[in-house]
């Protein structure tokens, strides 16, 4: 069964893509904490909420810097905003 240069190009990353998707975990912790930082609290849940973030993004921040990962009624912030009723 023959592709088109379509589905090809579609399922076939190039060599320089490869490079972008894969980050050092310090690098892709550093960058979340940063933003983090500079939000407020209602951007960061704007932010949880929409998926600006992957779980796996915000889990490497705070497995890398614990001190500086937002923090509510002891829980990571994130997950917490995850797990609360809304109404």
């Known amino acids: 069964m023959s592709r088109t240069k379509t589905e090809a190009a579609v399922t076939a990353p190039t060599r320089t893509h490869a490079r972008e998707v894969v980050r050092e975990p310090a690098e892709v912790a550093a960058e979340v904490?940063?933003?983090?930082?500079?939000?407020?609290?209602?951007?960061?849940v704007l932010a949880y909420r929409s998926g600006a973030f992957t779980a796996h993004e915000l889990a490497v921040a705070a497995a890398w810097f614990p001190d500086h990962t937002p923090v509510l009624n002891g829980e990571l912030e994130w997950i917490g905003i995850s797990l609360a009723d809304n109404e």
């Open 33 to 44: 904490v940063t933003v983090l930082a500079k939000m407020t609290y209602t951007e960061r």
